[in-house]
């Protein structure tokens, strides 16, 4: 505590942290799912309770929690999945940083909770006459009564003072987010009958009997260690998958898997991304069975639906389109709430020994992008599919059509960005996912349209990918320019290439999936593919041209988008706006002209 806020570290034994309000007790919602699948996974059969994969989950929240949006959303969600295992404590002290809650909180929160299908009860620390006191037995009493409810989450309201009973200090906003001082640490000191000279005082009576927590969690460890060891001699096939998955290990027939996949696709055939994307991840759905996953209310169009799946959800929550329900389902329902399905997925991961994934337009990835940035301060592997990823959309306009969005996400550190340019490079980004040694959450870009599936890509991708940028096509000699591409802009790269090469100048052709992981390749590498003595350099990417300036250097040339999409189709947006080969080889050519007349 003497240090609290001052040194930089992680504290064993956080799982997560929780600093952005709202996300904790959306990760938390998380946290009920994973324990739910994982359960479904390695011991459906056991009575409610009585799994070693049994466990509950506990959240401690305030107003500005259940102010931000992401809270509502996943709420809702845990209401309709019965999380019978998750019980929410909230702390209403009716204080943030601009005083009193009513002027921004005025519905009654629990009848807000009760209408998302939510066990409901309240407590108050604020006796009848206006006094305080903390009646712990009280208090336990609600919970125990909650306890009893387990088909469904529990929302127990606590009403509290802040800061009581400091003198000054008490039920004041000033205590919100600010130290109370030197004058009120002493009142505080004095009123509790502590030395107000002596800090950091630790009452040996009072640690004695804090640390008793200690004995009764070894107690309870030890009593869960005999459960597991014997789930584990009933259930050795079980126990064999829950080694793999608990180690983080890829099944035997993992590679195998997207082989086959890939020995699906065919070179000169035209196949969107986000197929590729489908099909390779239902392949190794199937050897899998810890990856799980949905999309924001977009399964169809981001392809992230897994075949045959039940839906994970009560029985009873059934539809026509999804007539197979069950809790343990692997197919993820989050309805229109990315923000909510990004805070999910981080609490899954946190929570659960399971992989999940998790789908929207790329342009939508701003309403996740909060729980993104978590997941990368966290360093968990989340893995995201955004598909729609360009211009090339089409006619659903500016509003849908990412442009600043590759930049933006490259921007946020420890966030990996892959955009494949065919099949072969979208099966092999999955490959190179699951096996890269960090874990760093991955998103894949992927394209609504159709694209070329090369065969360049076919013979080189398997080793090029994983690089983030690799040479796809080569010259004969020194390359007079370098031409960069990413994703399906790599085709115009290459025509340009071919372009070029009739009017004698030699290009490389670089397919570039992920500049991230580029930058984690050594000098030697980064420089057999972009040779500094080439100094005419073009990228070529239908987004900001911003992250590519450090590879163009000083003569180089971007074919990018500057400005909001249009709302024509997709061939003629990309054509209106200059992503074409002809605009390739024009730009080719003034890099070789600026590098001419600077020397």
Request: proline share 6%; hydrophobic share 40%.
């Amino acid at each position: 505590m003497q240090n609290l806020r001052r040194k930089p570290g992680l504290t064993p034994g956080i799982e997560m942290t929780t600093g952005p309000l709202g996300q904790g007790l959306a990760s938390a919602v998380g946290f009920a799912y994973g324990q739910r699948f994982e359960r479904g996974l390695l011991d459906p059969e056991a009575p409610s309770g009585q799994s070693p994969f049994d466990h509950k989950v506990w959240v401690i929240c305030g107003e500005g929690d259940l102010e931000e949006g992401v809270s509502s959303e996943a709420s809702s969600l845990a209401g309709d999945q019965k999380l019978g295992n998750l019980t929410v404590i909230f702390d209403a002290n009716h204080i943030q940083i601009e005083g009193d809650t009513k002027i921004s909180l005025g519905e009654d929160v629990l009848k807000r909770y009760e209408a998302y299908g939510w066990y409901t009860d309240e407590f108050s620390f604020v006796q009848p006459d206006g006094s305080y006191k903390e009646d712990v037995e009280g208090f336990a009493a609600v919970l125990e009564k909650a306890e009893q409810v387990t088909d469904r989450p529990k929302f127990i309201k606590v009403d509290t003072l802040m800061a009581w009973p400091t003198p000054s200090k008490t039920n004041d906003p000033s205590a919100h987010g600010s130290a109370l001082g030197a004058e009120a640490v002493a009142g505080l000191k004095h009123a509790l009958g502590y030395d107000p000279d002596e800090s950091f005082h630790i009452d040996e009576e009072a640690l004695a009997h804090a640390r008793e927590v200690a004995q009764r969690g070894l107690a309870a460890h030890k009593e869960w260690d005999e459960r597991f060891e014997a789930w584990r001699k009933a259930n050795p096939d079980k126990a064999s998958l829950y080694d793999r998955i608990h180690s983080g290990k890829l099944p035997e027939d993992f590679d195998q898997a997207i082989d086959q996949a890939e020995a699906a696709f065919e070179t000169g055939s035209k196949l969107a991304t986000r197929k590729a994307s489908g099909a390779v991840l239902n392949a190794i759905a199937k050897v899998m069975p810890e990856l799980w996953g949905g999309s924001a209310d977009l399964g169809g169009s981001n392809n992230t639906n897994i075949d045959g799946a039940a839906s994970f959800d009560p029985a009873d929550m059934s539809t026509k389109q999804w007539p197979e329900a069950n809790p343990y389902g692997r197919q993820l329902h989050f309805g229109v709430r990315e923000f909510a399905m990004g805070a999910i997925t981080n609490g899954i991961l946190l929570g659960s020994d399971t992989r999940p994934f998790n789908g929207t337009f790329f342009q939508f990835s701003d309403y996740e992008r909060p729980a993104v940035r978590l997941a990368a301060l966290m360093d968990i592997p989340n893995l995201y599919v955004w598909t729609h990823d360009s211009v090339a959309l089409g006619e659903d306009g500016p509003t849908h059509q990412p442009i600043e969005h590759l930049a933006a996400m490259r921007a946020i550190p420890q966030m990996e960005v892959v955009r494949p340019a065919d099949a072969f490079e979208t099966a092999e980004a999955y490959r190179a996912f699951f096996e890269k040694d960090n874990t760093h959450p991955t998103a894949m870009i992927l394209t609504r349209q159709s694209v070329p599936t090369l065969a360049e890509t076919q013979a080189k991708a398997a080793q090029g990918v994983r690089k983030g940028a690799y040479v796809l096509i080569d010259c004969d000699g020194q390359p007079d320019v370098l031409l960069m591409a990413s994703g399906s802009e790599v085709q115009h790269a290459a025509a340009a290439a071919k372009t070029l090469a009739g009017e004698g100048v030699r290009a490389r052709v670089i397919s570039v999936p992920s500049l991230d992981w580029f930058e984690e390749q050594d000098e030697e590498y980064k420089e057999a593919i972009l040779p500094a003595s080439v100094k005419a350099r073009v990228s070529v990417e239908a987004g900001l041209a911003m992250p590519w300036y450090k590879y163009l250097g000083s003569y180089g040339k971007p074919v990018s988008i500057e400005q909001f999409g249009l709302q024509g189709s997709g061939d003629e947006n990309m054509r209106d706006l200059g992503i074409t080969p002809e605009h390739v080889v024009e730009a080719a050519l003034a890099s070789i002209e600026a590098v001419k007349s600077a020397h």
